[in-house]
């Protein structure tokens, strides 16, 4: 596997430009899907390794906090149980996915620092492997919705495909994320702290238990700026069987351009001295 990792990486030694490196460091880890699907299924099988049910125990957990918070805030606010239920599972799967996403991307360098020092290895790829970790859980967790829309009563529509192309979207800004958050820990190994943090509070400013509708006056006009609310927007309308509004697909597409330009320039900058801070 080393030759494999290392092929499209230059060599120090060759006169290429920073940008040049960044950019080939970006393909050549994108396009190693055989790679980092196997790290990535690796590292799911030895997290959850002598467990009766690996990832199903964040599924369970997911489940019973639906289940309680569901029925009792519907209560507090005059809800249908079958209409909020959808809703609420919906956001908290996709939460949980950009929650983990982002927390255990902070460390995605420094627990590979062997791997670093020993191989040419394209950084792009770690983030690879961090993303597609979370991914295989949340295709565990989609059991749990799957669930709730029987309960429900809501059924597929032709606008539910819409899910292919809007969570591909949030996979592309979740491994820039990742990629940024993980070059600024190595670096800062505070940060990793701060961003729990910020998770922690966007929680409650996210519309995941509640809905924009629910926002009035100035208030509402600034839910827009949250991009948060559009990565989890644009992925949970087409799971209620609806399709995303034209503002969440420019937010997230625009968010995918900025973030892997911000990504190229700072990986030409200081990519070569990540390994000097882990």
Not at 125 to 145: F, G, Q
Not at 157 to 186: D, E, H, S
Not at 246 to 266: D, E, K, R
Request: hydrophobic share 55%; net charge positive.
């Amino acid at each position: 596997m080393q030759s494999t990792v290392a092929l499209n990486i230059p060599h120090p030694g060759r006169a290429l430009s920073p940008y040049r490196v960044a950019v080939i460091d970006v393909l050549s880890g994108l396009m190693a899907a055989n790679i980092w699907g196997r790290l990535g299924w690796r590292e799911t099988k030895r997290r959850y390794r002598r467990t009766a049910f690996g990832p199903f125990w964040t599924t369970v957990s997911i489940a019973l906090f639906v289940t309680t918070l569901g029925l009792v805030w519907s209560n507090l606010w005059n809800k249908d149980p079958k209409a909020y239920l959808p809703y609420l599972t919906a956001g908290m799967i996709l939460w949980v996915f950009i929650s983990s996403t982002c927390t255990e991307g902070c460390a995605a360098f420094t627990l590979n620092e062997k791997l670093i020092k020993q191989l040419r290895i394209s950084y792009t790829l770690l983030a690879c492997v961090s993303v597609w970790r979370n991914v295989t859980v949340i295709v565990h967790n989609l059991t749990i919705y799957v669930l709730v829309c029987i309960y429900a009563g809501l059924y597929p529509t032709w606008a539910t495909l819409l899910v292919i192309p809007a969570f591909a979207l949030l996979a592309i800004n979740a491994v820039w994320v990742v990629a940024l958050l993980a070059a600024t820990c190595a670096r800062y190994r505070d940060m990793q702290q701060l961003v729990t943090n910020i998770l922690q509070i966007s929680l409650f400013l996210t519309p995941i238990f509640w809905s924009p509708e629910q926002l009035t006056g100035r208030v509402a006009e600034l839910m827009e700026f949250n991009p948060l609310y559009h990565l989890v927007a644009v992925v949970r309308q087409p799971l209620l069987g609806e399709a995303p509004d034209l503002s969440h697909w420019v937010a997230v597409i625009a968010m995918a351009v900025f973030g892997w330009a911000l990504t190229l320039a700072v990986m030409g900058k200081l990519r070569h001295r990540i390994v000097y801070w882990l």
